[in-house]
C-alpha cells in the first residue's frame, strides 16, 4: 500500500478511535473563550456603574457645596412638566410661595407654588422633600435648588388625582416671610411736589425694620385737600424686588392729571 494512502488511512482511523477525546477537548476550548468573554462583560458592567454613581455623586455634591444659582436649570414649570424624563436626576433652580408644610425636622414635605401670575398670587405647585432642620412656613417666600426625581400623583382630600413634580432637596433660602400687619416697614424721606409740568410728584424712601426680607413693596400715596379729604391718588412700587431687613429702597410716584392738593399722606401693602 502506497504510504500517502496509509498516512490519510492511520489519521483518519485516530479521529475515529478518539472522537470522544477530541469531542471534550472541542467543549472545552469554547468554554475557556466564553469565560474571557463574561470576565470582559463583568468588568465593562463595573465601569459602567462605577461612571453611573460617580455621576450621581456629583450632582448631589454640586447641590450641596454650591450657591443656589450656580450650576443648576432654571426650567419654567411647563418645560419640566411637558419634558419630564429630559430633566431626572438634573439639579434645578425654583422660587416661589410655600403653600403646605407637613413632617418635622429634617423630614419635610413641602408644596411650593413657583409660578407668578400676579402680586398676590402664585401657581403651578412642585412637591419638594425637604430634609434640612431649618423650619418654613406658610406663605414665605422661598428659593431653592434639588434634584427633580419624577412626575408625582397623589390624591386631594376630594379624591381628584394631582400629578406634580417631585423634588428632592437640602437647600432652601428663606428670601421673604409676610409680616402679619405693615409695622416692620416705614416710610421716610415722603417729599410731594409740582414739577415743571404740574404734574403731581411723590417720592421716598421704605425702610425694612424688620428681621427678614420683604418682596414686591407697594407704596400707596393720596394726595389732600386742605380739608384733610383725599382728592386723588394712586400707588407705586419700591424699586427692586426686595427689601433686606434694615435696608431702604427708593419709590416714586406721578400723576398727570392736574389737580389741587395742599398735603400727602403714603402707606405700605406688602404684595
Given at each position: ?36 468573554g463574561e ?25 450641596n ?12 414649570y ?18 416661589g ?45 422661598v ?29 432652601i433660602?428663606?428670601?421673604s ?22 404734574w ?10 424688620g ?17 384733610g ?25 406721578t400723576i ?16
Amino acid at each position: 500500500m502506497p504510504l500517502i494512502h496509509r498516512m490519510f488511512q492511520t489519521k483518519k482511523s485516530w479521529f475515529r478511535r478518539h472522537w470522544i477525546l477530541t469531542t471534550v477537548l472541542v467543549l472545552f476550548a469554547i468554554g475557556v473563550v466564553a469565560s474571557f468573554g463574561e470576565e470582559d462583560n463583568e468588568e465593562n458592567t463595573k465601569i459602567i456603574n462605577d461612571s453611573e454613581t460617580d455621576s450621581e455623586i456629583t450632582i448631589k455634591e454640586e447641590t450641596n457645596n454650591n450657591s443656589l444659582t450656580e450650576q443648576t436649570l432654571q426650567v419654567s414649570y411647563e418645560e419640566l412638566f411637558r419634558n419630564s424624563e429630559k430633566y431626572i436626576g438634573e439639579n434645578v433652580y425654583y422660587k416661589g410661595e410655600v403653600i403646605q408644610v407637613l413632617g418635622s425636622t429634617g423630614d419635610w414635605t413641602m408644596l411650593i407654588a413657583v409660578t407668578k401670575k400676579s402680586d398676590q398670587y402664585w401657581d403651578d405647585n412642585v412637591l419638594v422633600y425637604y430634609s434640612g432642620t431649618e423650619r418654613y412656613l406658610e406663605e414665605d417666600l422661598v428659593e431653592f435648588t434639588g434634584i427633580f426625581s419624577q412626575i408625582y400623583e397623589y390624591e386631594s382630600a376630594l379624591g381628584v388625582p394631582i400629578q406634580v413634580p417631585l423634588i428632592y432637596t437640602e437647600n432652601i433660602t428663606l428670601l421673604s416671610s409676610t409680616p402679619s400687619s405693615n409695622e416692620d416697614l416705614e416710610i421716610t424721606d415722603l417729599n410731594c411736589y409740582y414739577n415743571s409740568y404740574d404734574w403731581s410728584i411723590a417720592s421716598g424712601s421704605v425702610k425694612n425694620n424688620g428681621t427678614a426680607t420683604v418682596d414686591y413693596v407697594k407704596v400707596y400715596v393720596n394726595f389732600l385737600k386742605e380739608d384733610g379729604t383725599v382728592i386723588n391718588g394712586d400707588y407705586t412700587y419700591v424699586t427692586g424686588e426686595s427689601i433686606p431687613s434694615g435696608q431702604e429702597r427708593r419709590f416714586e410716584l406721578t400723576i398727570t392729571d392736574p389737580f389741587l392738593w395742599t398735603d400727602c399722606e403714603a402707606y405700605t401693602e406688602l404684595s
